[in-house]
């Protein structure tokens, strides 16, 4: 089925959403029945108010409405279970109907069948798991790093593709069909976001709905969880690492702790006094309520690289977040940085802190559709970044920052990586070095002179302290 988008539809026929009922007679027998029963009867409570005038029971009112409601914002849900508490009150014939087990109400079930994530629901009552995940009718939720079976599941395939249809529709601008757009991502209301492959590119749907739990962690309680040591140096180090005037990303696959590191870095300068900008392409963060009367301007526009980077400088912007570097985002990082901006910091998907740039370059091309050179623009983020952090989620859930590590560009162009911090999976602990390569040292030496002798001083003490050093090399 091929998305519509909600301004496309002039009307909205819930019925093609929806899961077909057994044959009644005016009776629910099932709950399925009885599900379709109120879906319908709501539906035609809106039609009845384009008859009377009335401005809030319109089918558009409704349109917006259901496409809010499968979103998850609490209104539109809230709105939604009173009319199904309203019409099973006027019911006599419910009492012996129960819902599946996973829900905790009649109405709350109904909802989530016809408006909601149907089974992935449970997501919702579990606010400490990272996402919960369908491969064909099985749902599992990710507790700890690893997925675990629940009681939840769907009836059949069908249910399935009546969920991410449902989900695929509610956002104007997603492609979804079973020929050229097989995958589709799309933010959903609040911290959730949505993956979706459909055949014909598995072989059995897969939805995987992530919670985005977002808090600020200070590097003394980072090192409290073991995400670094919990060395009062190490500390320093990073806290250090967090203003010195460098770009840097935090790497690594999705749920491994990037963006909590991303907030402990920010947590080191956005109260100097400079404005910082923070944007996103979907709004994620709340970083106003996170940081709070902080000097952040909190940005969502779409046109990141034009209107965004040619409006900071006349904000006074210092410092630049990428909350999610993706295509777009790519390029407003490498203009941002090449504005004269002091920081550049954003987090990317990525396990090898030697492809970063090439990465980066390839983002760039991609998104731009030019005739780019691909080999032109890896160099020129081999000159824009200075460092990264990147992570992983290692055995038992722990994230861990697994590697640190300067760039420089030798002279054929190609990126030269200098590790000065790596986690040993084998050996189970950090080795530090210290290697700040030539780049870095002229950066830092121009404008931050002190900065530059306390890394100096930090990576020599903690070379020296953690002595295996040559495991870096």
Known sequence: MAYQGLKERKSFDSRKYSIKPTETKGVAET??????????????????????????????????????????????????IKH??????ERNDVKGIKPPTFYDSLEEAIFEEMYGWGPLSILKKEPYCESVQSIGTNVELK????????????????????????????????KLDEYENTD??????????????????????????????????SFQEQSGLGTIPNDPDVIELFSLLARLKLNGIVAGPPGCGKSTMLLSMMGEFVYSGKVSVFAESNKEFSVNNIFKNARIIHSTNSDLETILARAQLRHDVRRVIAAEI????????????????????????????????????????????????????TERFNRILDYSIVMDEIEGGSKKVLGVQFYDVAEDGEPTVHKFMEYDLNDKCWYFKQD??????????????????????LLNKLENKYSKYYAID
């Open 143 to 174: 507790r700890d790093g690893l997925y675990t079976p629940v009681e939840a599941s769907f009836r059949d395939l069908e249910h399935v593709k009546e969920v991410y249809s449902r989900i695929a529709n509610s956002f104007e601008g997603n």
């Open 436 to 457: 700040i390569p030539p780049k870095i040292s002229r950066k830092l030496k121009n404008s931050q002179r002190y900065e530059y002798n306390k890394l100096e001083s």
């Open 84 to 89: 199904i508490s309203s019409y099973l009150a």
């Open 31 to 80: 709950f399925i029945d009885l599900c379709f029963d109120a879906k319908n009867h709501i539906r035609e409570k809106y039609e009845k108010g384009i008859e009377e005038g009335d401005n809030d029971l319109t089918v558009n009112h409704f349109t917006e409405l259901y496409g809010k409601a499968v979103q998850g914002d609490p209104s539109a849900r809230q709105t939604f």
């Open 326 to 377: 993706r295509a777009q985002e790519a390029g407003f990082f490498g203009r941002s940085s090449e504005n004269g901006i002091e920081v550049v910091l954003g987090t990317l998907h990525e396990n090898d802190p030697y492809n970063l740039p090439k990465l980066l370059a390839r983002l760039y091309v991609i998104y731009h559709q030019k005739n780019l050179d691909l080999e032109l623009e």
């Open 184 to 217: 589709l991502e799309t933010p959903t209301f609040g911290n959730y976001r949505c993956s979706i492959m459909i055949p014909n590119a598995v072989e059995e749907p897969v939805i995987t709905i992530r919670q985005k739990v977002y808090e600020y962690l």
